[in-house]
């Protein structure tokens, strides 16, 4: 058996015991965490290919020539030789960047060789992909600041002291005009303009520069400049890939492998790429505690893609721990708090992960909410004509928008709690109640309770005093 499946194995373990304990977590953490520094050169080429298709959207021309390419190089004593294209385009680094730095660590441990391209051309142009507009270039001092900034940030998921850096100005800067014609003359006007996001653009009758357009053509010269074997890139960067494969063809090489990466969806649920603009990201320089409680927010929907997209667990543990969450032998609390604690234990290590953990435990898993400290206050009587959602959004300022509270309520996440005598009652409010009136819902649903009431969105808390 090889280290990782003795791993696994003895996460097999854990994860069908009791996984409200803290002990349990930590041993399991610790057993998880260790794996981002595994060997795995022992893995055959089948598996190996197995392995990285398991997390990515598609692996093209497929997950067979894939292995058939490792079989290959290992036959001519090298691995791979992969390549991603980083564009520094904002200061802002969120998880969701550090999904295909994830999928490179694991290829450098698998022993193939990783090149990140700078885009420090390409980043004057601005990548169109996914863009309602024009994306505004950036200078040569922009780019510097925002790389040095990435690297910093992404650097606890991966290794860049194992790549080689290349600036794609190298063999962009001096290409000349003719040469670009010549090779336009083979590239069909229909490839460039078959993008869903150039249609809608010119449906909407925004405007398409000449340089948006060549963008897939310059990053595809990065392919063919370092004739790779294997190119990373989101799902929304399909059609720039498959320029590239393209091109190489055209220069009598073999094309390269295209393993596309997961868009990660953001952290409030409604369904949009996590992004810094919608507010719906975990940045990777917030604060240990800051990362935690973040996670604990999101929807439980969201914990198998982001179990898959930031851990080192396999399909078989991620499938174990979210059968005992479907058969209610694990509630998804508690394997919440595993996700949030492998993010932290990757960013600031195991030690801050169980001290984030036993901060969140404290301040929002307490028997009584009357313990935590400086909860807002809601005077009932002030706002009983306003709609739970209107309280939500207008006097707490818990949700940016009454859609936002109304789909807290549809993913089960708005509640009332009353904290009494016998404990605490608590009842789950439905989407059409968080566009009743306050008194009206508190009338009917907690007409025969008593004691201190407390509105709970997501997991933000307030008192609602004067019932």
């Known amino acids: 058996m090889t280290r990782l499946g003795e791993s696994v194995a003895r996460a097999i373990a854990l994860l069908s015991t009791d996984l409200s304990s803290d002990a349990t977590v930590q041993e399991l953490l610790q057993e998880t965490a260790a794996r981002r520094s595994y060997d795995l050169t022992d893995l055959s080429a089948k598996e190996q290919a197995e392995l990285i298709a398991s997390r990515t959207v598609e692996v093209l021309p497929g997950v067979d020539k894939l292995a058939e390419r490792i079989e290959e190089r290992r036959a001519a004593g090298r691995g791979l030789h992969i390549k991603l294209g980083i564009d520094p385009t904002a200061t802002d680094v969120h998880l969701g960047h550090a999904v295909p730095l994830i999928i490179l660590s694991r290829f450098q441990r698998l022993g193939h060789d990783v090149t ?30 925002n790389l040095a ?22 063999w962009l800067a001096p ?17 460039l303009l ?50 590239a494969r393209k091109l190489m063809e055209l220069r009598g090489q073999t094309p390269q492998l295209i393993v596309t990466m997961p868009l990660i969806e953001g952290t409030d649920g409604t369904g949009a790429k996590m992004s810094k603009s919608k507010g719906n990201y975990v940045g990777l320089s917030a604060p240990a505690d800051d990362v935690f409680g973040k996670i604990m927010s999101v929807p439980d929907r969201l914990m198998e893609p982001y179990l898959k997209a930031w851990t080192e667990w396999t399909d078989e543990e991620i499938g174990l721990a979210l059968g005992r969450v479907a058969d209610r032998s ?20 195991l030690d801050a992960a169980m001290a984030a953990r036993a901060g969140f435990i404290a301040q929002f898993s307490k028997k009584s909410f009357s ?39 549809k993913q089960n996440a708005l509640r009332l709690v009353v904290e009494g005598a016998d404990g605490q009652q608590t009842v789950v409010l ?37 019932r």
């Open 116 to 145: 990140l391209i700078i885009g420090d051309f390409t980043a004057k142009i601005g990548d169109p992909s996914g863009r309602t507009a024009e994306r505004p270039p950036l200078t040569d001092e922009d780019i510097a600041h």
């Open 149 to 170: 900034t990435y690297r910093e940030q992404v650097r606890p998921f991966f290794d860049f002291e194992k790549v080689s850096f290349r600036q794609n100005s190298e």
């Open 175 to 191: 290409y000349t005009f003719p040469e670009l014609l010549a090779l336009l003359a083979h590239v069909p006007a229909s490839q």
């Open 194 to 243: 078959q993008r869903e996001d150039f249609r809608n653009r010119l449906a909407a009758g925004s405007g398409l520069t000449m340089t948006e357009l060549l963008y897939p053509v310059a990053q595809g010269l990065d392919s063919v400049a370092l004739n790779c074997d294997v190119e990373l890139g989101g799902s929304d960067q399909l059609l720039n890939l498959q320029m």
């Open 330 to 349: 694990l509630h998804p609390m508690d394997l919440k708090k595993i996700l949030a604690g492998e993010v932290v234990a990757a960013l600031y290590g």
């Open 371 to 409: 313990d935590v400290e400086s909860l807002p206050v809601v005077e009932v009587a002030a706002h009983a004509a306003e709609t739970v959602a209107t309280v939500l959004t207008t006097v707490l300022e818990f949700t940016p928008s009454a859609s936002a509270a109304r789909r807290l309520a």
């Open 430 to 466: 439905a989407e059409a109640d968080a566009v009743r009136p306050l008194r009206e819902v508190l009338a009917e649903k907690l007409a025969d309770t008593a004691g201190v009431t407390y509105l709970k969105a997501g997991r933000k808390l307030a008192q609602l005093d004067g």
